[in-house]
């Protein structure tokens, strides 16, 4: 597993319709917290990963942008409430309490 991790998030849409913008880096995190994200982070097969972005059926779901890395990878993508993949659910639940 690579040293330095960063996932970034853009999330839009919602009931108030209010964005959310976070970063989690490895290098500023502090140690518990960048442990947290080492863990979920190593569940991600970045090669499987897909974006998987289905327009939200009602105005209250959000659309979350994601850019992921780790060491040398990377994962860029789009998914909705509706299209989360279930390994990526505990990262986006954790970049969510990070704001």
Do not use: C
């Amino acid at each position: 597993m690579a040293d330095y991790l960063r996932a970034e998030l853009h999330r839009t849409g919602g009931f108030t319709g209010r964005p959310l913008h976070t970063v989690a880096d490895s290098r500023s995190l502090p140690p518990p917290h960048a442990a947290r994200l080492r863990r979920l982070m190593q569940t991600l097969d970045f090669t499987t990963l897909t974006s998987t972005f289905n327009p939200p059926a009602g105005a209250d779901m959000f659309r979350y942008d994601l850019t992921l890395q780790r060491g040398d990878d990377h994962w860029k993508g789009t998914v909705s409430d509706a299209s989360i993949p279930p390994t990526l659910r505990p990262l986006l639940q954790f970049l969510v309490e990070q704001h």
